[in-house]
């Protein structure tokens, strides 16, 4: 068996590990399984090139087992289907509900970043680009999506038995363990929860396995207490109110959104917010809360026992969501504080954009960053706090205040994912492939996993890098 890292190697985004097992399957060929297909995020060139690229024919792709809905773990599956691939998804239930929203919204994005980039060229007269998948292809593939649940074993092409299990992440997200031919054992993190959250249950532990693809997002970091997360939200919201000024977050429609929400609705509920205006502006964010609630099986306990007094924990009095572009246009002629969450997590496109040009420019507001900011993205260089930072091209001055709050982040931190990796049984597992994270972190983290005693071979490897298990 041959395992190939093709995406998220020694990068955090376009998660893709490509499984190719020896037996003689569909016409005689090896059985083929991906790991995720996630969508490669960075520069422009650079992202168009690795998201054309496939490590072998879709065609030939048997199944694909997808951890979880976020873009850089499941936006490239329209695309694997427009090239060919007419296999199985196997997903959580959750994650399948999420993934109608959020493949289709990323190929409506699709579709209009091609025709703004063949407005600007068309005078020029270079050749049009077409979309990377259009809303068909995103269409097609949720036709070959099966919901399982979790803690279940289900077989997928080539004999391997799987088991998902929660893994505390985003709604629906799950860690995989795949029993495959000759006893031997493969496990997949995926995202790794950050425990001690709200709304999700703590990442389930992984049973014995042989080798493990793990997430190494933050090596290196410890996040902030979870405890200080309602009383920081807080300072910064009356802070800047104070001044006059707005607090404009830029959140992953899935899952970040819904736990901000929830944490100002217990602060609204609590009477330690300002009696202003706060928005969710992002249809995505809009239809996501919706899925939220309809899966409470996902709930932890405290969420579950929150519902008994407050039966509404996505919304209170001085919330509103923002679906029409209309609407969303007049909050940045508003002259009064206000609280504005909006999409997408990484500043790279979407409507906080338009927030972002119309806030950074003045000392009075705050810009509270919550989430993992790639190189390269806009996020990153406001975290960084450049004097000057582009929007739509053109250059802006970075007077506003920036704050980063990781509590929120939905990864596990250093010492989390030391704790999840060092209670897997040491005896058995033989090596740790780290995933999803930039080099220093993982260099950091393999440093932590020796100091922590895991006497388990740990390595980075890169993309195209791939290994006989």
Not at 152 to 176: C, E, K
Not at 288 to 301: G, I, N, R, S
Request: hydrophobic share 40%; proline share 6%.
């Amino acid at each position: 068996m041959t395992l190939t890292f093709w995406g998220a190697a020694q990068t955090v985004t376009g998660s893709l590990h490509f499984l190719e097992l020896d037996d003689a399957g569909p016409g005689g060929r090896p059985t083929r399984l991906f790991l995720d297909c996630g969508l490669f995020q960075g520069r422009r060139s650079e992202s168009r090139e690795r998201n054309q690229d496939w490590p072998c024919e879709p065609s030939t792709v048997d199944a694909v087992l997808l951890s979880h809905a976020h873009i850089d773990h499941a936006g490239l599956l329209p695309k694997l289907y427009r090239d060919g691939f007419r296999g199985t998804v196997y997903a959580t239930h959750a994650t399948v509900d999420l993934c109608g929203l959020m493949l289709r919204d990323s190929a409506y994005i699709q579709e209009k970043d091609a025709e703004f980039f063949n407005r600007k060229i068309r005078d020029k007269g270079e050749p049009e680009v077409e979309p990377l998948y259009d809303m068909a292809d995103a269409e097609g593939v949720m036709g070959l999506f099966h919901g399982v649940p979790y803690d279940r074993t289900f077989q997928v092409p080539g004999g391997v038995d799987v088991v998902y299990r929660d893994a505390g992440h985003i709604l629906g997200s799950a860690s995989m363990t795949l029993d495959l031919p000759g006893g031997k054992r493969l496990g997949f993190t995926g995202d790794l929860g950050n425990p001690g959250r709200p709304i999700l249950r703590d990442p389930t532990p992984m049973p014995p396995v042989d080798w493990l693809i793990c997430e190494s997002t933050y090596g290196g970091k410890t996040h902030e207490p979870a405890d200080l997360t309602k009383d920081r939200l807080a300072a910064i919201v009356s802070e800047t109110t104070a001044k006059g000024g707005r607090v404009v977050i830029p959140a992953f429609a899935v899952g970040r959104t819904q736990e901000i929400v929830h944490t100002l609705d217990q602060l609204w509920n609590a009477d330690r917010l300002p009696a202003i205006p706060v928005f969710v502006d992002s249809p995505l964010a809009v239809n996501a809360t919706a899925v939220f609630q309809t899966h409470p099986e996902c709930y932890d306990a405290d969420l579950l026992a929150y519902l008994m007094t407050d039966p509404s924990p996505f919304g209170f009095e001085r919330l509103e969501y923002v679906r029409e572009a209309k609407r969303s246009k007049e909050l940045n002629g508003l002259r009064v504080p206000f609280v504005v969450i909006s999409a997408s997590g990484m500043c790279e496109a979407g409507r906080i954009l338009h927030h972002l040009r119309n806030t950074i420019e003045d000392d009075k507001n705050t810009v509270l960053i919550v989430g993992y900011q790639a190189e390269h993205t806009l996020g990153r260089r406001i975290v960084e706090r450049r004097d000057e930072v582009k929007i739509f091209g053109r250059p802006h001055k970075l007077r506003a205040r920036v704050e980063v709050m990781n509590t929120f982040s939905a990864h596990a931190d250093e010492p989390g994912l030391v704790d999840f990796v060092g209670a897997i049984d040491r005896d058995r597992l033989k090596t740790v492939f780290l995933v999803h994270g930039d080099p220093d972190r993982q260099a950091l983290l393999i440093d932590a996993f020796a100091e922590a005693g895991l006497t388990a071979d740990v390595e980075a490897p890169a993309r195209g890098d791939a290994v006989t298990l």
